[in-house]
């Protein structure tokens, strides 16, 4: 699916939990379009290329990484579409 650039009011909440360095909740649609709930710290939010091309992802502590479009909410907040 090609990538979709997210709402800007969104994408300050994922940069102020950033640069917080704080523990969030995120649910994300993983590669099998399933949700999945996460809690884990953002360490890194940049541009990247993926199979689709290139994106913005939002990368986790424990390594994983996500493009923006595939969140579906942080701390409760719900990504506009």
Do not use: W
């Not at 999945?36 to 360490?43: F, G």
Request: proline content about 4%.
């Amino acid at each position: 699916m090609p990538y979709t650039p997210i709402d800007c009011d969104f994408h300050d909440e994922l940069e102020s939990a950033s640069t917080l360095g704080k523990m969030v909740t995120v649910v994300v649609v993983n590669e099998k379009g399933q949700q999945q709930t996460i809690s884990d710290i953002i360490i890194d939010l940049g541009h990247g290329i993926d199979s689709e091309g290139r994106a913005e992802f939002m990368t986790l502590k424990s390594g994983q990484r996500f493009r923006f479009d595939r969140i579906v909410s942080i701390d409760g907040k719900i990504r506009p579409t």
